[in-house]
């Protein structure tokens, strides 16, 4: 059997299976509830940086999708920092391994989609050293014990939202009960990451948040699937926008009608009390989408 062994363990996140379950818990105590219809919950939005950054955030979008109750699989869409491809890439076989334990990837929907699309492959390789879906899913893992996996990584390709749609329709020909998760940062400002429109300190970093994310919010609480690339091309807005628009698209074939954001900071406003200042901001948003 295929096993997916961790890359980033000790680096993102604690490697250590009682660390790392502890850390978990921790941020499940703080995180607040979801308190509305959790019948209504389709997908959600979530970051991917270290948790010491936004593991808060991440936790609480996909304990609010645990709540549902009904999840057989999540069909996580991950950001591609490394290129592979003017593809998407599945890893369609086996089991993927975190300090909480094994995941089983749902085999039969990673079939019938890589079947369905020609731009949708099975290229396991490519998911060895990325971090987008591997942060995510110990929180899966504690939050919705028993569920199936399924890793698709989407680079910022034209049709992204077309693909998320083909990955919805092939899940209800199945009859699967899915959350959908985009796993994605927002604006990257500062000398750090070469990106300082507005120049450099505090002023800029709040226009990161304030303005540059904002666009990129907007559109996904508007579920504009197919803008959502094109906005991230223009204003460096996201990092994972084909994953976003793989979620959305395949969250409105699901009946998603809206989205909620439930949360929205920055790693500048984290760092001070952990790390000290920095001239540089990563944005980071939790959004659920519903019926």
Not at 134 to 159: H, S
Not at 186 to 204: D, M, N
Not at 240 to 258: L, V
Request: hydrophobic share 45%.
């Amino acid at each position: 059997m295929h096993i997916r062994m961790p890359a980033v363990a000790d680096q993102f996140y604690p490697g250590d299976q009682a660390q790392c379950v502890a850390a978990i818990t921790a941020m499940t105590r703080d995180a607040s509830a979801y308190t509305h219809d959790p019948a209504a919950l389709v997908g959600g939005i979530t970051p991917h940086a270290g948790w010491m950054f936004s593991g808060a955030v991440a936790c609480e979008v996909i304990n609010a999708l645990a709540t549902r109750g009904d999840i057989e699989t999540f069909v996580v869409f991950g950001a591609v920092h490394r290129k592979t491809g003017p593809y998407a890439s599945v890893f369609a076989r086996g089991q993927w391994r975190t300090p909480v334990g094994d995941i089983e990837i749902d085999e039969p929907l990673a079939e019938a989609i890589v079947a369905a699309a020609n731009d949708i492959r099975e290229d396991p390789a490519a998911h060895g050293p990325e971090h987008s879906i591997e942060v995510e899913t110990p929180f899966i893992q504690r939050a919705a014990q028993g569920v199936k996996l399924l890793p698709i990584m989407i680079p910022p390709l034209p049709n992204a939202h077309e693909l998320g749609q083909v990955v919805a329709e092939q899940a209800t020909q199945l009859g699967r009960n899915v959350a959908y998760v985009a796993s994605t940062d927002l604006t990257h400002y500062g000398p750090r990451y070469g990106f300082t429109p507005e120049g450099v300190g505090p002023k800029g970093c709040r226009w990161a948040k304030e303005v540059n994310d904002q666009r990129m919010i907007d559109l996904i609480l508007d579920l504009r699937d197919d803008a959502i690339v094109g906005e991230a091309i223009a204003h460096q807005n996201a990092c994972g926008s084909g994953a976003i628009a793989a979620t959305i698209a395949a969250c409105k074939h699901a009946g998603a009608t809206r989205a909620h954001l439930l949360r929205h900071v920055t790693s500048n406003e984290i760092m001070p009390e952990r790390l000290g200042e920095s001239p540089d901001a990563v944005g980071y948003a939790g959004i659920v989408l519903t019926r």
